[in-house]
């Protein structure tokens, strides 16, 4: 059962893959062909999910928005997970002022909610789809900068690491090659987990018109075009928000099992 | 008593340190935007000399040395005063005044409804099949866009069955939709909580002592292990009611209701900065008054936490 569970997650996440890279494999129609003639049709055998308000095929434009909207919280999430990595290996080895000045700066961006602080940062930055990026990456990094230095913090002083030291290997050189593949393993559970909440994010953002623009396909954005007509075309907010929903549970479901394995206990 | 003091102390030292960095993390957004403030408030089109943009400079206090602008921001703060909103031409205080009762009556309320479904959801479906609907339950609300979630309730209940408004803010039934959106990713963050700590209660030395005294499981749950699973609850509950205004922006604008989510995007959006800032340093007071509230709720909910608010078993060898 949990087996099954994880297989659909990963095949799920496949099909998401091959309709950033190959989208023209799912979708035979153009995202962004408009045909007044054909606006609003509900699903049927030649439009599988409906068209929009200007006739655009709506399976096509979830096809070819899994690129950017998966994209952009995939690229937030690999940001945060360098920088944190930086930032919070070296507050783990700092001198104990900068590490404490450090957490608490962190602490203060932990008081506000992830949510508002990507606001904020769009707020400063200005819209648009890099800037939702950079807004989910600022708002994902002090979780990552926290746990990167616990991690350091703890394997600086394992027996491993003190090992390598006793037979000679240089401090530089002990911490690059003992003590940081060590954090960025539990970093990368981390991040698979965060991956969904990354998404669910820039999706909001998104929303709010604050992402990429029309005509661009981008679920987040075809779910507030939705929003005006939703008395009479429900599947125009249905199917990109299905696509968001299902994007997230498999990385959370693949993400738990991860975790669950590092921990070394059933998922 | 002197205890009590330091830890009084030290709550006023911290929310101190927290509403000090926001009011600077609030002037520096002021000082890192991209481009200078006045064009950008003005807009790309604006055709306006040089002499006039320096006007403007000049009444805004923009033309004095940062050090300067940056402590009159702090002694205004002293005075509550936040500022003039670019576009509304209005102080902030006035502008977030307006809009804050709607805004406090949807959290407010789905505050509510998320700590009802969630105690209800940790009591009742504690084994088999109903905890693996309400797991599941959990997995997708955590997993769907808050957007999506109020989309889908308008389709279903307003637009579908007609028994809600489709949008505004006149009457008591447009707040219910709004509200439930709101409620239910906090509802199944919380549940979650709740149900690992009550079950950790359970597995712990005590919960098999009251059972053995020959205590009903209904007992054992409401009179004890609820109590210790409740204070972790609890400070995820103090978390998120900040996170209630990020989601009030969405839900807000979803349900075309008026509050100061809507006020929050509009600011974003027209790059209106003193209320952004005026945003930041709201919801750092919330996030300081609903952290000195649970500090002081803990040592009434949690038995193990004294009268000192701290934790103190006795170590194995240390018992008499």
Redesign the interface.
């Known amino acids: 059962m949990k087996a099954a569970g994880l297989w659909i997650a990963g095949l799920y996440l496949a099909l998401v893959a091959l309709a950033a890279f190959a989208p023209d494999l799912l979708a035979t129609h153009d995202p962004l062909q408009t045909d007044v003639r054909a606006a609003l049709q509900p699903p049927s055998g030649e439009h599988l999910f409906g068209t929009d308000q200007s006739g655009r095929d709506v399976l096509a434009r979830v096809v070819h928005g899994a690129a950017r909207s998966a994209g952009i919280g995939l690229l937030a999430t690999a940001l945060a997970l360098v920088a944190g990595l930086a930032v919070g290996a070296l507050s783990g080895i700092a001198p104990r002022w900068a590490d404490a000045v450090l957490m ?2 962190t ?2 961006l932990l ?6 602080v990507a ?2 940062v ?6 648009g789809g890099a800037n939702v990026a950079i807004a989910v990456t600022i708002a994902a990094v002090p979780v990552y900068i926290r746990l990167a230095r616990t991690q350091t913090r703890t394997l600086r002083v394992a027996e491993h690491v003190e090992a390598a030291r006793i037979l000679g290997v240089g401090r530089m050189r002990a911490f690059i090659r003992h003590v940081v593949p060590g954090v960025l393993g539990s970093l990368s559970v981390l991040a698979t987990i965060g991956i ?1 909440s990354a998404i ?1 994010a820039a ?2 953002l998104s ?4 992402g990429p623009a029309e005509p661009q396909p981008e679920w ?1 954005l075809m ?1 507030a075009g ?2 005006n007509v ?2 009479q075309a ?1 599947w125009i ?2 199917f990109p ?1 299905l696509a ?2 299902l994007t ?2 498999s990385a ?2 693949l993400g738990r099992a991860l975790r669950a394995r590092m921990e070394g206990r059933a998922a | 008593m002197s205890r009590a003091l330091i830890r009084s102390a030290g709550i006023l030292v911290s929310v101190v ?2 509403l000090w ?2 009011a600077t ?1 609030a002037f520096l ?1 002021f000082r ?3 481009g200078d403030a006045v064009s950008v408030m003005l807009g790309p089109q604006a055709q306006v000399s040089e002499e006039v943009k320096d006007g403007i400079r000049a009444e805004l206090g923009l033309d004095r040395p940062p050090l300067v602008q940056y402590l009159s921001y702090l002694g205004g703060l002293l005075h509550g005063d936040l500022g003039r909103s670019y576009q509304l031409r209005m102080p902030v205080t006035e502008v977030i005044g307006r809009q804050l009762g709607p805004t406090v009556q949807l959290t407010a309320l789905a505050l509510l409804i998320a700590l009802v479904l969630a105690l209800a959801a940790a009591l009742f479906a504690r084994r088999g099949f109903a905890r693996g609907v309400v797991v599941a339950a959990e ?2 609300v ?7 979630i109020g ?2 309730l ?2 279903v209940f307003a ?1 579908t069955l007609g028994w809600f408004p ?1 949008a505004g803010s006149r009457t008591p039934a447009t707040l219910v939709l709004p509200a439930v959106t709101l409620a239910l990713p906090v509802a199944a963050l919380i549940g979650q909580v709740l149900r690992d700590g009550i079950d950790a209660a359970e597995r712990q030395p005590f919960a098999e002592t009251v059972r053995a005294r020959g205590a009903t499981p209904a007992r054992l749950v409401l009179r004890h292990s609820l109590r210790h699973g409740a204070a972790s609850a609890l400070t995820l509950t103090a ?1 998120l009611v ?2 209630l ?3 009030a ?2 839900v807000e ?2 349900f075309a209701r008026p509050g100061l989510g809507r006020v ?2 509009a ?3 027209n ?1 209106d ?1 003193p209320v ?1 800032a005026g ?2 340093m709201l ?2 007071l919330v ?1 300081v008054i609903v952290n000195v509230l649970v500090e002081l709720l803990h040592p009434l909910i949690d038995p193990r936490l004294g009268a000192s608010g701290r934790f103190e078993a006795p170590a194995i060898g240390e018992r008499r």
Not at chain 1, 111 to 116: D, G, M, Q, S, Y
């Open positions: 608490r700066v602490d203060i008081a506000f909610p992830e949510f508002l606001l904020i769009v707020a400063v930055l200005g819209p969904g669910l999706a909001g929303f709010l018109g604050l987040g779910l939705g929003r939703l008395g429900w907010s249905v928000g968001i929903t997230v549970i959370t479901v | 340190i927290v960095g926001a993390l957004a890192i935007i991209p997995l997708i955590l997993s769907s866009p808050v957007f999506w989309l889908l308008l389709a637009f489709v978390y900040g996170s205004l990020g989601g922006v969405l604008t979803v929050t995007l600011a974003i959006v790059r900065l952004v945003i930041i919801s750092a996030f």
